[in-house]
């Protein structure tokens, strides 16, 4: 049956149709709705996990028990997993092995804009690589045929313009396909001596998965009526080739980018006058072209760094395109912001007046750095506002300093940052914003949150009491919304000189259970046009006419800004 | 066929990922090769958003670029022109003439552009409507996607039996009525 999918939604149906029986991810953007669609099939176990290591550590374990497993995750998680990932790739597999990667070159909603493909050739695992939906369903599938067949895990990798675009794809039936468990502690105790043995094995299996990548089908070569360029090429800088040039060019579409079929690239090289390799970010096929002593142009023409497009290929080729008319030429920008109601707002003000140094985290919460809060001093990675804070006040630092994570980045990462801040005893100030969800990625549930993927009951993690398990005697709990309890909470915990953590609570004003009061009214008689309640930057609110004014399609009346006016200029409205 | 390209841009929030699973559906009930880009994670978070919608026989790229789109459907004044330079010769603009400030803008360090409709007007084909109302005299302020879209569709030969069964599979069955008469209100705006 003929449906349109989105490339992260075929990868599901693939999953399913390959007969997975089990999947653990984190959700991170590009990845994150390849769990959401594999857990609306009954037939799939699916669940978030803590963080990616985890996991990864448990689609091996269901591996090994017999199912065909899977986890997904973005390049970033690829970094968390890459402990289990480096060893798993000693074992191999019992069921068949799935790993999705997914990049997010141009950095739609990423903090690096690293290259997976290196992970490949670094673990020395096979690497799938689709351009389009009904690619990545039947890429999906053959990579569970190839991961039982050589006895490895597979990666299947993604990109933001691949995992975001429908296209279409025809389904198919599911096929169930389960092994027998039987101990093995050669091939999976990985000591010393056992994966010694072992790592022989991989490299000979890498060998042999090089052989078939010379025969493989997803490894193709289309021939054009014009052979002074050949491209090779794959994902979606084949679309673009293939969008500029039609078959006029002959083309090596690769399916796989690890291991490269080597006799297949000097073959191609061999047709044409001239190579070039067309990837996005790293040159890696083309380095690899390189050691095979080909002449091949690639990153010498394209960047290495963001997106490319079918405009940016024809520019590269010298072909002309329409290049629009533009309507004018001061256009502001429009970027993200947190959300009207945001429970973060009043935190990131409190911190911001306070001229408080906060090393931040990855989520919505990231937005507390952008102007006018402009509160936060860093970003580096999931957790590493709590262990960098560690360092900045163990270093002696006089500056006020807190770290700023929210409630799932915590359990995915900051547990351990903690740990050493109580072990290692430094008066770090920790503040979990906890706003009952994992809310940059969309809404999904985590360890705190008291549900699970599929929206019912779980273990629900009590902060307080974890943090206090850690060693952390000073705990204390406030609601963002209450602009005094605050900054008394924040002021205190600094200023004392033993590690502290509060818990900035209040559920994420988007979630459907949150019910918002009556959106606020300024009163122009009183506004006095100080632009104090400006300095929350929430996007309800705007001079109009000198005075201040709210836009009520935003305003969920937290009443934030009317806690900041001198003049009792807001009017409040009531429940709604 | 030539393959046709429709932006659909707006502000985070908007939207604009609902309008294009629905054309989406529609396009593939009468059997193109369709590629439909979207946006999701940060920039969902009141950013500015673009859809990207393609359709033909064979359909390579997901995106569009500069010069190449043959509609724009922008469900925020602004933003139309933002993405102006995408319109392909001969394209058209279909804009709301709603306006929503970026925050540049709301902390006074940059200007919302004036005369904008006029602008746009000057540069390319378009057609500026006020989505909002008709979408609150629809019953929701929420259906400015469903109403620009009614208007999108006196420019295709899909009839509106077609896209109302579009409309059927993509909106829960509670709001059915209402964004029927929010497209209603659009296309015969």
């Known amino acids: 049956m003929k449906k349109l999918m989105l490339g992260n939604e075929a990868l599901a149906r693939g999953l399913y149709e390959a007969g997975c029986r089990f999947v653990s991810s984190y959700p991170g953007t590009p990845s994150t709705e390849i769990t959401e669609f594999v857990a609306l099939y009954d037939e799939v176990y699916a669940e978030w996990a803590p963080n990616e290591k985890v996991a990864m550590e448990a689609a091996f374990g269901a591996s090994l028990a017999g199912k065909r497993s899977f986890c997904g995750m973005k390049h970033v998680g690829l970094n968390v997993a890459a402990d289990p990932l480096f060893t798993i790739a000693y074992t191999g597999v019992n069921a068949g092995m799935v790993i999705a990667v997914a990049d997010d070159a141009a950095m739609h909603s990423s903090q690096n804009e690293q290259d997976s493909r290196h992970y490949a050739k670094a673990a020395k695992l096979p690497m799938l690589e689709p351009s389009d939906s009904a690619e990545t369903l039947a890429f999906t599938k053959l990579a569970y045929e190839l991961s039982e067949r050589f006895d490895t895990p597979v990666i299947v990798k993604m990109c933001t313009r691949v995992a975001h675009s429908q296209s279409v794809v025809e389904t198919a039936d599911r096929v169930e396909c389960v092994k027998e468990y039987s101990k093995d502690p050669a091939k999976y105790i990985m000591m010393p001596g056992n994966a010694k043995l072992r790592h022989p094995i991989v490299e000979q299996r890498l060998s042999d998965i090089a052989v078939y990548a010379e025969t493989a089908d997803i ?82 023409i394209l960047s290495n760094i963001g997106e490319f497009s079918q405009g940016l290929v024809a520019s590269t080729f ?85 770290a700023v994570i929210g409630d799932s980045t915590f359990m995915h990462s900051g547990i351990t940052g903690l740990v050493n801040i109580a072990y290692n005893d430094s008066a770090s100030t920790v503040i979990i914003v906890d706003n009952s969800i994992t809310g940059m990625t969309g809404h999904q549930q985590n360890p705190t949150t008291g549900k699970n993927l599929k929206g019912d009951p779980a273990a629900k993690i009590d902060l307080e009491t974890l943090c206090k398990a850690v060693g952390i005697k000073r705990v204390r709990v406030v609601d963002p919304y209450d602009l005094a309890a605050c900054e008394q909470a924040v002021l205190e915990e600094t200023a004392i000189k033993e590690p502290s953590v509060i818990i900035s609570r209040r559920p994420c004003a988007l979630l459907k259970y949150v019910k918002h009061n009556a959106p606020l009214t300024v009163n122009p008689d009183k506004c006095k046009s100080c632009k104090m309640c400006m300095k929350v930057g929430c996007p309800a609110i705007s001079m109009k006419a000198g005075k201040a004014t709210i836009d009520n399609t935003l305003c969920t009346g937290c009443g934030v800004c009317a806690q900041l006016c001198k003049f009792d200029a807001f009017d409040k409205g009531g429940e709604n | 066929m030539k393959t046709r390209n429709i932006m659909i841009v707006g502000v985070g929030g908007q939207g604009s990922l609902l309008a294009s699973k629905l054309l989406g559906r529609l396009l593939l009930t009468k059997g193109y090769d369709i590629k439909v880009s979207e946006v999701h994670g940060m920039s969902q978070r009141g950013g500015s958003v673009v859809t990207y919608v393609r359709f033909g026989d064979k359909v390579y790229s997901p995106i569009i670029d500069k010069g190449e789109a043959d509609y724009i459907l922008s469900f925020e004044l602004l933003e139309a022109a933002r993405w102006t330079e995408y319109l392909a010769p001969g394209g058209k603009v279909i804009t709301n003439t709603q306006t929503i400030n970026p925050m540049p803008v709301i902390i006074g360090a940059a200007q919302y552009p004036e005369n904008l409709v006029q602008k746009i007007g000057e540069t390319v084909e378009v057609i500026a409507m006020d989505a909002l109302t008709l979408a609150e005299q629809a019953g929701s302020s929420k259906a400015v996607n469903i109403v620009l879209l009614g208007q999108l569709s006196r420019h295709f030969d899909f009839t509106e039996e077609e896209w109302m069964t579009a409309i059927e599979q993509s909106v829960p069955s509670k709001f059915l009525e209402l964004n029927k008469k929010a497209f209603t209100l659009g296309r015969n705006y």
């Open chain 1, 318 to 402: 010298g072909i002309a395109t329409h290049s629009g008319k533009k309507a004018e030429e001061n256009i502001p920008a429009r970027p993200p912001v947190m959300c009207a109601g945001c429970p973060h707002r009043g935190l990131f003000y409190t911190l911001a007046k306070n001229k408080i140094t906060a090393l931040g985290d990855i989520g919505c919460y990231t937005l507390g750095a952008v102007p006018p809060l402009a509160a936060l001093d860093s970003t580096i990675c999931m957790g590493a506002s709590v262990s960098g804070l560690h360092g900045f006040v163990k270093s002696g630092s006089e500056q006020r300093a807190v």
């Open chain 1, 219 to 300: 490894n193709r070569i289309e021939q054009g009526s014009d052979n002074s360029i050949g491209f090779i090429t794959g994902s979606t800088s084949y679309q673009y080739v293939k969008e500029v040039f039609g078959d006029k060019h002959p083309v090596l579409k690769l399916g796989m980018v690890w291991p490269l079929p080597t006799e297949k690239i000097k073959t191609f090289a061999a047709t044409v006058d001239k190579v070039v390799v067309v990837e996005e970010l790293d040159g890696f096929v083309e380095e690899y072209c390189n050691t095979l002593g080909l002449e091949v142009s690639g990153k010498d």
